[in-house]
Protein backbone atom coordinates (compact mmCIF):
# COMPACT_ATOMS: atom_id res chain seq x y z
CA UNK A 1 0.00 0.00 0.00
CA UNK A 2 1.41 3.38 -0.68
CA UNK A 3 -0.36 5.48 2.37
CA UNK A 4 2.84 6.79 4.35
CA UNK A 5 1.72 7.55 7.67
CA UNK A 6 3.02 5.35 10.49
CA UNK A 7 1.58 1.26 10.67
CA UNK A 8 0.17 1.48 14.00
CA UNK A 9 -2.10 4.93 12.85
CA UNK A 10 -2.90 3.70 9.38
CA UNK A 11 -4.05 0.51 10.53
CA UNK A 12 -6.41 2.42 12.93
CA UNK A 13 -7.37 4.98 10.02
CA UNK A 14 -8.17 1.75 7.80
CA UNK A 15 -10.33 0.34 10.68
CA UNK A 16 -12.19 3.75 11.30
CA UNK A 17 -12.87 4.49 8.05
CA UNK A 18 -13.39 1.08 6.35
CA UNK A 19 -15.82 0.44 9.33
CA UNK A 20 -17.77 3.42 8.47
CA UNK A 21 -17.70 1.91 4.95
CA UNK A 22 -18.87 -1.46 5.95
CA UNK A 23 -22.22 0.37 7.15
CA UNK A 24 -23.09 1.40 3.80
CA UNK A 25 -22.08 -2.12 1.44
CA UNK A 26 -25.08 -2.96 0.16
CA UNK A 27 -23.59 -6.06 -2.37
CA UNK A 28 -21.64 -8.58 -0.39
CA UNK A 29 -20.21 -10.14 -3.22
CA UNK A 30 -18.01 -13.77 -2.96
CA UNK A 31 -15.19 -13.30 -4.93
CA UNK A 32 -14.22 -16.93 -3.70
CA UNK A 33 -14.51 -19.64 -6.11
CA UNK A 34 -15.69 -23.30 -5.50
CA UNK A 35 -12.37 -25.21 -4.20
CA UNK A 36 -11.50 -29.19 -5.87
CA UNK A 37 -9.10 -31.46 -4.37
CA UNK A 38 -5.68 -30.52 -4.07
CA UNK A 39 -3.18 -32.43 -6.30
CA UNK A 40 -1.29 -34.20 -4.60
CA UNK A 41 1.92 -35.63 -7.11
CA UNK A 42 4.14 -32.16 -6.36
CA UNK A 43 6.59 -33.00 -3.70
CA UNK A 44 7.87 -29.63 -3.47
CA UNK A 45 5.96 -27.79 -1.09
CA UNK A 46 5.83 -24.02 -2.29
CA UNK A 47 5.17 -25.00 -5.70
CA UNK A 48 2.09 -26.94 -5.17
CA UNK A 49 -0.67 -25.29 -6.67
CA UNK A 50 -3.60 -24.73 -4.40
CA UNK A 51 -6.98 -26.36 -5.46
CA UNK A 52 -8.81 -24.49 -7.89
CA UNK A 53 -11.62 -24.37 -10.18
CA UNK A 54 -12.40 -21.77 -12.73
CA UNK A 55 -9.96 -20.10 -15.38
CA UNK A 56 -6.20 -20.02 -14.52
CA UNK A 57 -4.80 -17.40 -16.36
CA UNK A 58 -3.45 -13.78 -16.38
CA UNK A 59 -4.14 -11.45 -18.91
CA UNK A 60 -0.92 -9.31 -20.54
CA UNK A 61 -1.35 -6.97 -23.14
CA UNK A 62 -5.12 -8.84 -24.11
CA UNK A 63 -3.07 -12.19 -24.44
CA UNK A 64 -4.25 -14.95 -21.73
CA UNK A 65 -1.14 -16.69 -19.97
CA UNK A 66 -2.50 -19.53 -17.73
CA UNK A 67 -0.52 -20.53 -14.50
CA UNK A 68 -1.84 -23.72 -13.33
CA UNK A 69 -3.71 -21.40 -10.22
CA UNK A 70 -7.30 -20.17 -9.73
CA UNK A 71 -6.88 -16.58 -11.34
CA UNK A 72 -10.08 -14.15 -11.12
CA UNK A 73 -9.82 -11.85 -13.46
CA UNK A 74 -12.42 -8.23 -13.91
CA UNK A 75 -13.83 -9.91 -16.38
CA UNK A 76 -15.48 -12.39 -14.48
CA UNK A 77 -18.71 -11.78 -12.62
CA UNK A 78 -17.21 -12.14 -9.08
CA UNK A 79 -13.92 -10.21 -10.26
CA UNK A 80 -12.66 -6.93 -8.95
CA UNK A 81 -12.13 -3.96 -11.98
CA UNK A 82 -10.24 -1.33 -11.45
CA UNK A 83 -11.29 0.08 -14.93
CA UNK A 84 -14.90 0.53 -12.57
CA UNK A 85 -15.20 4.91 -12.68
CA UNK A 86 -16.75 4.43 -9.30
CA UNK A 87 -17.29 2.39 -6.30
CA UNK A 88 -17.67 -0.91 -6.25
CA UNK A 89 -18.86 -2.18 -3.34
CA UNK A 90 -21.66 0.72 -2.57
CA UNK A 91 -23.62 0.73 -6.49
CA UNK A 92 -26.00 2.75 -5.07
CA UNK A 93 -23.77 5.86 -5.31
CA UNK A 94 -23.46 7.45 -8.46
CA UNK A 95 -20.21 6.60 -10.16
CA UNK A 96 -17.47 9.32 -9.60
CA UNK A 97 -16.11 9.28 -12.62
CA UNK A 98 -12.45 8.83 -11.37
CA UNK A 99 -10.19 6.54 -13.40
CA UNK A 100 -7.80 4.76 -10.59
CA UNK A 101 -5.19 3.53 -13.12
CA UNK A 102 -3.23 5.38 -16.19
CA UNK A 103 -1.76 4.28 -19.02
CA UNK A 104 2.51 3.49 -18.79
CA UNK A 105 4.63 6.53 -18.94
CA UNK A 106 7.81 7.22 -19.64
CA UNK A 107 8.11 5.35 -23.05
CA UNK A 108 10.01 5.78 -25.85
CA UNK A 109 8.82 8.01 -28.16
CA UNK A 110 7.93 5.14 -30.43
CA UNK A 111 5.85 3.85 -28.20
CA UNK A 112 4.29 6.75 -26.53
CA UNK A 113 1.95 7.31 -29.07
CA UNK A 114 -0.43 4.43 -28.71
CA UNK A 115 0.70 4.01 -24.65
CA UNK A 116 -3.33 2.61 -24.15
CA UNK A 117 -2.48 -0.21 -26.75
CA UNK A 118 0.98 -1.58 -26.36
CA UNK A 119 1.56 -5.01 -27.61
CA UNK A 120 2.85 -7.77 -25.40
CA UNK A 121 5.89 -7.28 -26.80
CA UNK A 122 6.61 -3.90 -26.58
CA UNK A 123 5.01 -3.99 -23.35
CA UNK A 124 7.81 -6.64 -22.70
CA UNK A 125 10.30 -3.67 -23.60
CA UNK A 126 9.00 -1.55 -20.63
CA UNK A 127 8.11 -3.70 -18.02
CA UNK A 128 10.67 -5.06 -15.89
CA UNK A 129 9.59 -5.62 -11.84
CA UNK A 130 7.35 -7.20 -9.95
CA UNK A 131 6.29 -5.24 -6.94
CA UNK A 132 5.45 -7.45 -3.77
CA UNK A 133 3.08 -5.63 -1.19
CA UNK A 134 1.14 -6.93 1.75
CA UNK A 135 -2.34 -5.28 1.92
CA UNK A 136 -2.52 -4.04 5.69
CA UNK A 137 -6.19 -5.38 5.05
CA UNK A 138 -6.31 -8.97 6.12
CA UNK A 139 -8.24 -10.37 2.53
CA UNK A 140 -8.71 -9.35 -0.61
CA UNK A 141 -12.06 -8.04 -0.80
CA UNK A 142 -11.08 -5.22 2.24
CA UNK A 143 -7.79 -4.60 0.19
CA UNK A 144 -10.13 -3.31 -2.70
CA UNK A 145 -12.64 -1.77 -0.95
CA UNK A 146 -9.94 0.33 0.30
CA UNK A 147 -8.18 0.75 -2.77
CA UNK A 148 -11.21 1.39 -5.14
CA UNK A 149 -13.85 2.58 -3.02
CA UNK A 150 -11.67 4.92 -0.37
CA UNK A 151 -8.38 5.89 -1.87
CA UNK A 152 -9.01 5.88 -5.74
CA UNK A 153 -6.15 4.03 -6.14
CA UNK A 154 -5.27 0.08 -7.95
CA UNK A 155 -3.17 -2.45 -8.33
CA UNK A 156 -2.71 -5.57 -10.95
CA UNK A 157 -3.64 -8.38 -8.61
CA UNK A 158 -4.69 -8.95 -5.55
CA UNK A 159 -3.50 -12.53 -3.07
CA UNK A 160 -5.55 -14.06 -1.06
CA UNK A 161 -5.87 -16.16 1.91
CA UNK A 162 -6.49 -19.21 0.40
CA UNK A 163 -4.09 -18.18 -2.55
CA UNK A 164 -6.74 -17.01 -4.90
CA UNK A 165 -5.46 -14.35 -7.32
CA UNK A 166 -7.23 -11.16 -8.38
CA UNK A 167 -6.38 -9.42 -11.45
CA UNK A 168 -7.82 -6.23 -11.63
CA UNK A 169 -5.78 -4.47 -14.58
CA UNK A 170 -4.65 -5.58 -18.02
CA UNK A 171 -0.81 -5.65 -17.08
CA UNK A 172 -0.71 -3.05 -20.14
CA UNK A 173 -1.99 -0.29 -18.01
CA UNK A 174 -0.18 1.22 -15.46
CA UNK A 175 -1.45 0.89 -11.46
CA UNK A 176 -1.36 3.06 -8.76
CA UNK A 177 1.11 1.23 -5.82
CA UNK A 178 4.60 2.36 -5.80
CA UNK A 179 4.88 5.88 -6.87
CA UNK A 180 8.41 5.44 -8.81
CA UNK A 181 8.34 2.25 -9.68
CA UNK A 182 4.48 2.46 -11.15
CA UNK A 183 5.10 3.02 -14.84
CA UNK A 184 7.76 -0.10 -15.10
CA UNK A 185 6.16 -2.80 -12.58
CA UNK A 186 3.65 -5.01 -11.83
CA UNK A 187 1.97 -4.96 -8.48
CA UNK A 188 0.76 -7.28 -6.31
CA UNK A 189 -1.08 -6.63 -2.70
CA UNK A 190 -0.83 -10.03 -0.44
CA UNK A 191 -3.69 -10.19 1.97
CA UNK A 192 -2.06 -9.88 5.17
CA UNK A 193 -2.57 -8.15 8.45
CA UNK A 194 1.08 -6.38 8.65
CA UNK A 195 4.31 -6.18 10.64
CA UNK A 196 4.29 -4.39 14.09
CA UNK A 197 6.92 -3.10 15.83
CA UNK A 198 6.40 -4.93 19.23
CA UNK A 199 4.94 -8.77 18.91
CA UNK A 200 1.15 -9.15 19.10
CA UNK A 201 0.62 -5.31 20.58
CA UNK A 202 -2.98 -4.46 20.79
CA UNK A 203 -3.28 -3.48 17.36
CA UNK A 204 -1.42 -6.90 15.92
CA UNK A 205 -3.55 -9.18 18.65
CA UNK A 206 -6.84 -7.95 16.70
CA UNK A 207 -6.18 -10.26 13.79
CA UNK A 208 -4.66 -13.31 15.66
CA UNK A 209 -5.71 -16.10 18.02
CA UNK A 210 -3.87 -18.86 19.05
CA UNK A 211 -5.08 -22.76 19.37
CA UNK A 212 -2.60 -25.67 19.80
CA UNK A 213 -1.48 -25.61 16.51
CA UNK A 214 -0.17 -22.12 16.70
CA UNK A 215 -1.27 -18.85 15.72
CA UNK A 216 -4.32 -18.61 13.11
CA UNK A 217 -5.53 -15.61 11.37
CA UNK A 218 -9.23 -13.76 12.85
CA UNK A 219 -10.68 -10.54 11.77
CA UNK A 220 -12.09 -7.45 13.40
CA UNK A 221 -15.52 -7.64 14.10
CA UNK A 222 -16.09 -4.61 12.29
CA UNK A 223 -15.01 -6.96 9.40
CA UNK A 224 -18.36 -8.90 8.56
CA UNK A 225 -17.64 -10.20 5.17
CA UNK A 226 -13.88 -11.16 4.14
CA UNK A 227 -14.95 -13.08 0.28
CA UNK A 228 -12.61 -16.32 1.47
CA UNK A 229 -14.66 -19.80 2.02
CA UNK A 230 -16.49 -19.92 5.30
CA UNK A 231 -14.20 -22.88 6.52
CA UNK A 232 -10.95 -21.47 5.22
CA UNK A 233 -8.59 -21.30 8.50
CA UNK A 234 -5.68 -19.32 7.26
CA UNK A 235 -2.36 -20.43 9.14
CA UNK A 236 0.66 -18.83 8.54
CA UNK A 237 3.46 -21.08 6.63
CA UNK A 238 5.71 -21.03 9.83
CA UNK A 239 3.81 -21.53 13.65
CA UNK A 240 5.50 -18.17 15.49
CA UNK A 241 6.27 -14.81 15.35
CA UNK A 242 9.00 -13.64 12.50
CA UNK A 243 11.04 -11.10 13.92
CA UNK A 244 13.42 -9.06 11.40
CA UNK A 245 15.13 -5.78 10.54
CA UNK A 246 13.80 -3.64 7.16
CA UNK A 247 14.98 -0.30 6.64
CA UNK A 248 17.38 -0.25 9.77
CA UNK A 249 14.13 -1.22 12.58
CA UNK A 250 12.86 -4.05 13.55
CA UNK A 251 9.58 -5.54 13.24
CA UNK A 252 7.42 -8.08 13.95
CA UNK A 253 4.53 -10.48 12.00
CA UNK A 254 3.15 -13.59 10.96
CA UNK A 255 4.27 -15.56 8.13
CA UNK A 256 1.88 -15.58 4.41
CA UNK A 257 0.12 -18.73 4.23
CA UNK A 258 1.22 -21.68 2.42
CA UNK A 259 -1.41 -21.34 0.01
CA UNK A 260 -0.37 -17.56 -0.58
CA UNK A 261 3.17 -19.15 -1.23
CA UNK A 262 2.20 -21.53 -3.50
CA UNK A 263 -0.22 -19.35 -6.05
CA UNK A 264 2.65 -16.17 -5.53
CA UNK A 265 5.24 -18.68 -7.30
CA UNK A 266 2.48 -19.35 -10.07
CA UNK A 267 2.49 -16.27 -10.00
CA UNK A 268 5.99 -15.09 -10.68
CA UNK A 269 6.61 -17.79 -12.83
CA UNK A 270 3.75 -16.70 -15.28
CA UNK A 271 4.89 -13.07 -15.37
CA UNK A 272 8.34 -14.14 -15.95
CA UNK A 273 7.31 -15.99 -18.75
CA UNK A 274 5.10 -13.56 -19.89
CA UNK A 275 7.39 -10.39 -19.43
CA UNK A 276 10.89 -12.18 -19.15
CA UNK A 277 12.55 -8.53 -18.49
CA UNK A 278 11.16 -9.47 -14.96
CA UNK A 279 13.24 -12.02 -13.51
CA UNK A 280 13.18 -14.40 -11.01
CA UNK A 281 15.29 -12.74 -8.53
CA UNK A 282 15.59 -9.98 -6.23
CA UNK A 283 18.20 -7.26 -5.88
CA UNK A 284 20.80 -8.42 -3.48
CA UNK A 285 23.72 -7.51 -0.85
CA UNK A 286 27.11 -8.44 -1.96
CA UNK A 287 27.10 -11.78 0.34
CA UNK A 288 23.85 -12.89 -1.73
CA UNK A 289 21.32 -11.84 1.33
CA UNK A 290 18.36 -9.75 -0.14
CA UNK A 291 18.74 -6.31 0.54
CA UNK A 292 16.56 -5.07 3.63
CA UNK A 293 16.04 -1.67 2.80
CA UNK A 294 15.30 1.19 0.01
CA UNK A 295 17.38 0.88 -3.46
CA UNK A 296 18.92 4.62 -4.70
CA UNK A 297 16.30 5.66 -7.23
CA UNK A 298 18.57 4.87 -10.31
CA UNK A 299 19.30 1.53 -8.54
CA UNK A 300 15.98 0.74 -8.48
CA UNK A 301 15.16 2.25 -11.55
CA UNK A 302 17.69 -0.36 -13.32
CA UNK A 303 16.86 -3.59 -11.94
CA UNK A 304 14.64 -6.37 -13.24
CA UNK A 305 13.18 -8.59 -11.40
CA UNK A 306 11.14 -8.64 -7.78
CA UNK A 307 11.19 -6.37 -5.72
CA UNK A 308 9.86 -5.58 -2.40
CA UNK A 309 7.83 -2.03 -1.46
CA UNK A 310 10.82 -1.10 0.89
CA UNK A 311 12.84 -1.44 -2.04
CA UNK A 312 11.21 1.18 -3.56
CA UNK A 313 10.19 3.70 -0.58
CA UNK A 314 11.94 4.28 2.45
CA UNK A 315 8.55 4.51 4.16
CA UNK A 316 7.72 1.14 3.52
CA UNK A 317 8.17 -1.94 5.17
CA UNK A 318 6.15 -4.72 2.71
CA UNK A 319 6.48 -7.47 2.35
CA UNK A 320 7.84 -7.28 6.22
CA UNK A 321 11.02 -9.42 7.65
CA UNK A 322 8.74 -12.57 7.33
CA UNK A 323 9.05 -12.57 3.43
CA UNK A 324 10.31 -15.79 2.35
CA UNK A 325 12.14 -14.50 -0.55
CA UNK A 326 14.29 -17.40 -1.20
CA UNK A 327 12.35 -20.38 -1.31
CA UNK A 328 9.17 -18.15 -3.31
CA UNK A 329 11.85 -17.24 -5.53
CA UNK A 330 13.29 -21.26 -5.94
CA UNK A 331 9.90 -22.36 -6.32
CA UNK A 332 9.19 -20.19 -9.39
CA UNK A 333 12.55 -20.77 -11.30
CA UNK A 334 11.77 -24.91 -10.59
CA UNK A 335 8.13 -24.16 -12.27
CA UNK A 336 9.73 -21.93 -15.07
CA UNK A 337 12.02 -25.37 -15.48
CA UNK A 338 9.53 -27.93 -14.99
CA UNK A 339 5.50 -26.32 -15.41
ZN1 LIG B 1 2.94 -1.55 -0.23
Known amino acids: MTNATPRATRRRLFCTGLGLASTVVLFARCGAPPRGPAPSDEP ?14 IVVAGERFPIGTRVVTWQEPDGYSAYLRGKHFDRNEPADGKQRYDVRGGLPARLAAHADRLSLAELSEVVHQFVVHFDVCGCSRQCFKVLQDVRGLSVHFMLDLDGTIYQTLDLRDKAWHATIANDFSVGVEIAHPGAYPQPMNA ?9 ELGWKQKFPQWMTETGL ?10 PGIVTGEVQGKTWHMVD ?3 QQYAALARLMAGLNRALPRIRLDAPREPDGDVIDHVLPAPELRAFDGIVGHFHVQKNKQDPGPAFQWDPVLRAARELRRDP
Open 229 to 238: PRDFVARPAR
Open 203 to 211: AMAVWYERD
Open 256 to 258: YTP
Open 44 to 57: RPAATAPASAGPDW
